[in-house]
């Protein structure tokens, strides 16, 4: 008498509609290695690197699955992909850089980032030029001071840390791990009058770093990409960590042109 092993159900491929929010003829397409390869070489061109969990991330991970279960082959490219093309584009609305990422013409990804200048080379700044330090303490008593901190708040601001003490790790007890640890405390705090705002980590932020420099173009955008990959929607927070080091990098760039 022979003993035959049920078959193990076949999971479904994973279509665009299942980890974008798009419609129509997109949506039913399984995602295919070209497709993410496509994306990638796109996000390089415009972006310099891939986006960590962007679109480019979330397709490479998908496809990669649809082929490990034989539901698209390892050179596949999908027809709307084929057919419609998978782009990257780059706008400016508002002084904000907003780069749009589609394949067909639907949107799978956007984010937004302030726009800093790049007339002058980032390491020219005069004396008197805008801190890190400085920077951190205008966010705390402008902008989005009564902001909560979140998890890309902490990010930034563990950045920010780094590139004024020119060290690659976050201090233990410095701004950055006060600034986690509150992005932490504040996930299990309910009532939002008990939450650690960014007042409450950033006023007199020159005192708890360990050393300061001035902002330059190439800290502003570390510290903008930290903010970005820990956001959901993409978007740097009007007037924090992120929008507050573009801007003090503009003014020192534009102090020297």
């Not at 993410?36 to 990669?64: C, D, H, R, Y």
């Not at 034989?70 to 780059?90: H, I, P, T």
């Not at 805008?130 to 950045?159: C, F, W």
């Not at 939450?195 to 510290?223: F, H, N, P, Y």
């Given at each position: ?102 394949v067909g013409g639907h949107v799978v990804g956007q984010f937004v980032e302030p726009e ?142």
């Amino acid at each position: 008498m022979s003993h035959e092993q049920p078959e193990r159900p076949q999971a479904d491929p994973i279509k665009y509609a299942d980890v974008f929010d798009v419609s129509g003829d997109l949506a039913s397409q399984p995602i295919a290695p070209k497709d993410a390869s496509l994306m990638q070489a796109k996000e390089n061109l415009i972006l310099g690197q891939t986006l960590k969990g962007g679109p480019a991330s979330v397709m490479q991970s998908a496809a990669a699955v649809n082929v490990l279960h034989g539901d698209v082959g390892r050179g596949e490219l999908s027809a709307v992909a084929r057919e419609q093309g998978v782009s990257v584009s780059e706008g400016k609305v508002d002084g904000q850089r907003v780069i749009t990422e589609t394949v067909g013409g639907h949107v799978v990804g956007q984010f937004v980032e302030p726009e800093i200048p790049m007339e002058t080379p980032g390491t020219a700044l005069e004396r008197d030029a805008i801190t890190i330090g400085e920077t951190l303490e205008a966010t705390a008593v402008a902008g989005a001071g009564d902001k909560p901190v979140d998890e890309s708040d902490a990010a930034a601001i563990q950045v920010a840390e780094m590139r004024a003490t020119g060290k690659n790790e976050t201090e233990s007890g410095g701004l950055g791990a006060r600034a986690q640890s509150a992005a932490t405390r504040n996930t299990r705090t309910l009532p939002q009058s008990d939450k650690t705002t960014l007042s409450d980590v950033l006023t007199d932020a020159r005192k708890k770093l360990q050393a300061d420099k001035a902002v330059t173009r190439e800290d502003a955008e570390g510290v903008i990409g930290a903010e970005l990959r820990n956001k959901l929607d993409m978007k740097t927070t009007p007037g924090g960590v992120a929008a507050s080091m573009a801007a003090a990098a503009t003014i020192n760039q534009n102090r020297n042109t």
